[in-house]
Protein backbone atom coordinates (compact mmCIF):
# COMPACT_ATOMS: atom_id res chain seq x y z
CA UNK A 1 0.00 0.00 0.00
CA UNK A 2 1.81 3.31 -1.16
CA UNK A 3 1.45 6.24 1.96
CA UNK A 4 2.70 9.39 2.32
CA UNK A 5 2.22 10.91 5.68
CA UNK A 6 3.22 14.11 6.30
CA UNK A 7 4.76 15.59 9.90
CA UNK A 8 6.09 19.00 11.45
CA UNK A 9 3.41 21.45 10.94
CA UNK A 10 2.07 24.05 13.75
CA UNK A 11 2.01 27.71 14.78
CA UNK A 12 4.62 30.30 14.18
CA UNK A 13 5.37 33.72 14.65
CA UNK A 14 6.56 35.36 11.20
CA UNK A 15 10.50 35.24 10.53
CA UNK A 16 10.47 32.22 12.28
CA UNK A 17 11.38 28.80 10.80
CA UNK A 18 9.64 25.47 10.23
CA UNK A 19 10.98 21.51 9.18
CA UNK A 20 8.18 19.72 7.66
CA UNK A 21 8.91 15.88 6.80
CA UNK A 22 7.24 12.97 4.57
CA UNK A 23 7.80 9.59 4.85
CA UNK A 24 6.85 7.22 2.05
CA UNK A 25 5.95 3.60 2.26
CA UNK A 26 5.11 0.93 -1.01
CA UNK A 27 7.52 2.95 -2.91
CA UNK A 28 11.48 5.16 -2.93
CA UNK A 29 11.13 8.35 -3.54
CA UNK A 30 14.21 7.92 -5.14
CA UNK A 31 12.66 7.54 -9.21
CA UNK A 32 9.34 10.03 -8.63
CA UNK A 33 9.36 13.72 -9.11
CA UNK A 34 8.54 14.39 -5.49
CA UNK A 35 7.15 17.82 -4.48
CA UNK A 36 5.38 20.10 -1.45
CA UNK A 37 2.10 21.98 -2.32
CA UNK A 38 0.31 24.02 -0.09
CA UNK A 39 -3.62 25.49 0.37
CA UNK A 40 -4.87 28.23 2.38
CA UNK A 41 -8.35 28.51 3.36
CA UNK A 42 -10.36 29.51 0.39
CA UNK A 43 -7.75 29.49 -1.66
CA UNK A 44 -6.65 26.85 -4.47
CA UNK A 45 -3.99 24.52 -4.04
CA UNK A 46 -0.27 26.30 -5.32
CA UNK A 47 2.65 24.62 -5.86
CA UNK A 48 5.27 25.58 -3.06
CA UNK A 49 8.30 23.49 -4.56
CA UNK A 50 9.15 20.39 -6.37
CA UNK A 51 12.02 18.34 -7.07
CA UNK A 52 12.80 16.25 -10.18
CA UNK A 53 14.96 12.51 -9.29
CA UNK A 54 18.19 14.36 -10.61
CA UNK A 55 17.80 16.89 -7.49
CA UNK A 56 16.85 19.55 -9.44
CA UNK A 57 14.21 22.17 -7.87
CA UNK A 58 11.70 23.95 -8.54
CA UNK A 59 10.17 26.94 -7.27
CA UNK A 60 6.48 28.44 -6.46
CA UNK A 61 6.62 32.07 -7.27
CA UNK A 62 6.90 33.24 -3.52
CA UNK A 63 9.17 31.02 -1.71
CA UNK A 64 12.72 30.95 -3.16
CA UNK A 65 15.35 31.96 -0.95
CA UNK A 66 13.48 31.28 2.04
CA UNK A 67 12.03 27.66 1.30
CA UNK A 68 14.44 24.04 0.48
CA UNK A 69 13.43 21.07 -0.37
CA UNK A 70 15.68 17.66 0.07
CA UNK A 71 15.18 13.93 0.55
CA UNK A 72 16.83 10.96 2.45
CA UNK A 73 16.53 8.37 0.16
CA UNK A 74 17.79 5.52 2.44
CA UNK A 75 14.98 6.96 5.01
CA UNK A 76 12.73 7.42 2.14
CA UNK A 77 11.87 10.78 3.62
CA UNK A 78 11.40 14.11 2.00
CA UNK A 79 11.77 17.26 3.53
CA UNK A 80 10.35 20.57 3.68
CA UNK A 81 13.04 23.69 5.41
CA UNK A 82 11.14 26.52 5.99
CA UNK A 83 12.83 30.05 6.54
CA UNK A 84 11.38 33.25 6.96
CA UNK A 85 7.93 32.58 7.52
CA UNK A 86 5.59 34.77 6.36
CA UNK A 87 1.57 34.97 7.22
CA UNK A 88 0.90 34.34 3.83
CA UNK A 89 2.59 31.03 3.89
CA UNK A 90 -0.40 29.87 6.37
CA UNK A 91 -1.93 26.92 5.08
CA UNK A 92 -2.14 22.74 4.66
CA UNK A 93 0.99 21.71 3.50
CA UNK A 94 0.91 18.28 1.23
CA UNK A 95 3.40 15.95 -0.06
CA UNK A 96 2.98 14.40 -3.25
CA UNK A 97 5.24 11.94 -5.71
CA UNK A 98 4.36 10.99 -9.53
CA UNK A 99 6.26 8.36 -10.98
CA UNK A 100 7.19 10.76 -13.71
CA UNK A 101 10.99 11.67 -13.29
CA UNK A 102 11.68 14.97 -14.87
CA UNK A 103 7.84 16.66 -13.88
CA UNK A 104 8.31 18.50 -10.81
CA UNK A 105 8.72 22.04 -13.17
CA UNK A 106 5.18 21.45 -14.63
CA UNK A 107 3.51 20.17 -11.03
CA UNK A 108 4.53 23.07 -9.23
CA UNK A 109 2.93 25.27 -11.91
CA UNK A 110 0.13 23.14 -11.91
CA UNK A 111 -0.74 22.87 -8.44
CA UNK A 112 0.41 19.09 -8.44
CA UNK A 113 -2.56 18.19 -10.62
CA UNK A 114 -2.39 15.08 -11.78
CA UNK A 115 0.35 13.79 -9.26
CA UNK A 116 0.17 9.90 -8.57
CA UNK A 117 0.33 9.77 -4.60
CA UNK A 118 -0.62 12.38 -1.68
CA UNK A 119 -0.57 12.70 1.40
CA UNK A 120 -3.53 14.37 4.02
CA UNK A 121 -1.50 17.51 4.58
CA UNK A 122 -0.18 18.79 7.70
CA UNK A 123 -1.03 22.50 9.24
CA UNK A 124 1.25 25.36 8.85
CA UNK A 125 -0.10 28.54 10.72
CA UNK A 126 2.08 31.67 10.55
CA UNK A 127 0.96 34.60 12.98
CA UNK A 128 1.59 38.13 12.35
Known amino acids: EVRLVESGGGLVQAGGSLSLSCIAS????????VGWFRQAPGKEREGVLC???????HYGDSVKGRFTISSNNAKNTLYLQMNNLKPEDTGVYYC??????????????????????WGKGTLVTVSS
Open 96 to 117: AADRSPYAGGYFVAHGGNGMDY
Open 26 to 33: GFTFDDHS
Open 51 to 57: MDTDGKP
